[in-house]
């Protein structure tokens, strides 16, 4: 190879240069230090290493296998039996398999495949990171084969594989893992979590479909593949290959924070570091970002002019109260709600008294809708123009020991649209009989 090089106040001159390309040393101590870096120093994180990279390859055999339409079968650890297991029934592994997926670093059987997640070739040897050893037993044309995954006495992570037998079972992996116990709650969360982000009918947590964000009121679906978080302290989320990528600043308030769910195989796919434990933030991963942050707000606000068609007023306070209150999820939609914020909600012109427990009280026409946050008790048909001792009975009595607001009969707002709960009427209330100790005298004792 020829290289041109030019120095200052000197004519260019053309040298022949050497191209020496990296390689693998044939050195056994450099080898056994890149393999150890490779398993045991690689996760940021090593307890969500093998819960996050053993599903997701269980789930590629199936891909590759064809046989999408069977999920594969998680089993969370307990106290009972602290192991967290992974069988999928996808192409199977022969002992030969084992030797060269499990005691090779960086062979994959994913590589090239555009719809699988795995391609690294570590993922596989991901449990190393964590525990000290894991089993594996694998069947392939009726053979199956059990091999035990630990270190050496120096650290270096090897197989030791039982003789292969004739089982007749189906095709297919189960991977054992032990967990510590003051790590099997923290490894249920962090499945469950995960999984909740899979399609349903991929896989199976202890024999049952796992809930997904549908079910989680935090997460309002917005568009096809986007959720908004409802919740002020959440990073956002981009989900490829059933791995979540969190990014962002936790207390973001310029930006709604999504949970946007991206196709492997599409031009939305984003890179990620090795790890996979995180974004690798390219031009192109800052592109697909950038796109979500300039349509999130867009699909938000055009989700709730449709979510608000039709609703009482107490539905839209109610939708409103459950919004995070930061600057990134104000969109113009909210003054059509009538109230915002920073101002307070009127109840028609009437007054209306707040009754509490530590004997202070409050009156007015209108109230901020930070106060329905703390999920009041409305009192209506309360006829009196002040809260007596004897009414603060009546109200303890009837079970009423925090706070409620206390209203007039006649009153603007719809009464029908609050929810029953949170509705008592105060002929209700004075039909609880208060026991009490007798009256000094001189006392007031209005019963009404």
């Known amino acids: 190879m020829k290289a041109e090089a030019a120095v200052v106040g000197y004519t260019k001159t053309t ?14 101590d450099i080898q056994r230090h890149l ?19 053993v599903p997701t390859n269980a789930w590629d055999s199936h891909v590759r296998a064809g046989n999408t339409e069977t999920p594969i079968e998680v089993t969370l650890p307990s106290a009972a039996s602290p192991y967290f297991v992974v069988t999928d029934y996808g192409e199977g592994m022969s002992a030969e398999d084992l030797k060269m997926y499990y005691g090779t670093l960086g062979a994959s059987g994913s590589r090239g495949l555009e719809s699988t997640t795995g391609m690294l070739g570590l993922g596989a040897k991901s449990p190393l990171a964590y525990a000290q050893t894991f089993t594996v037993t694998a069947t392939k044309d009726g053979m199956t084969t059990v091999c035990s995954v630990s270190p050496d006495d120096e650290g270096l992570g090897g197989l030791d594989l039982l003789p292969s037998t004739y089982t007749g079972q189906p095709n297919g992996v189960t ?27 991929t896989v199976l947590v202890d024999g ?3 809930e997904t964000i549908d079910d989680d009121p935090r997460y309002v679906k917005v568009d096809d593949n986007m959720y908004v978080i409802m919740d002020r302290y959440a990073q956002s989320e981009i989900v490829m290959g059933g791995v979540v990528y969190k990014y962002g600043d936790r207390y973001d308030n310029k930006h709604v924070q ?25 031009q192109k991963t800052n592109d697909v970002v950038s796109t979500v942050k300039l349509w999130a707000p867009k699909f938000w606000e055009r989700y709730l002019e449709r979510a608000m068609q039709g609703m009482s007023d107490w539905e839209k306070l109610d939708l409103y109260r459950r919004v ?12 059509n709600l009538g109230f915002s914020r920073n101002k307070k909600l009127n109840f028609g012109g009437v007054a209306w008294y707040l009754y509490s427990d530590d004997s202070t009280q ?16 409305f009192v209506t048909g309360f006829p009196y ?5 004897v009414h603060k009975e009546s109200l303890r009595a009837h079970g009423l020991t925090d706070t409620a607001i206390l209203l007039p009969e006649i009153w603007d707002f719809d009464i029908d649209s609050i929810p029953k709960d949170r509705h008592i009427r105060w002929e209700d209330v004075k039909r609880v009989k208060v026991q009490r100790a007798s009256t000094p005298a001189g006392e007031r004792t209005d019963t009404s």
């Open 15 to 28: 040298m022949e240069t050497e191209r020496v390309t990296y390689s693998i040393s044939d050195d056994v």
């Open 35 to 53: 393999a150890k870096v490779l398993t045991k120093a690689f996760y940021g994180e090593p307890r969500e290493a093998p819960l996050r990279e």
């Open 175 to 201: 991977v054992e893992i032990p967990i510590r116990h003051n790590d099997i709650q923290y490894a249920r969360d962090y499945s469950l979590s995960m999984f909740s982000k899979w399609a349903k009918g």
């Open 208 to 210: 049952k479909i796992p």
């Open 258 to 282: 999504t949970c946007t769910f991206v196709p492997v195989e599409s031009d939305w796919a984003v890179n990620f570091t090795p790890s996979r434990e995180a974004l690798h933030f390219t």
């Open 324 to 335: 995070p209150n930061n600057s990134g999820y104000q969109p113009r939609s909210w003054p």
């Open 362 to 377: 409050k009156s007015g026409k209108s109230f901020k809708t930070e106060w329905v946050e703390q999920t009041y008790t």
């Open 385 to 389: 123009k002040r809260i007596s001792k």
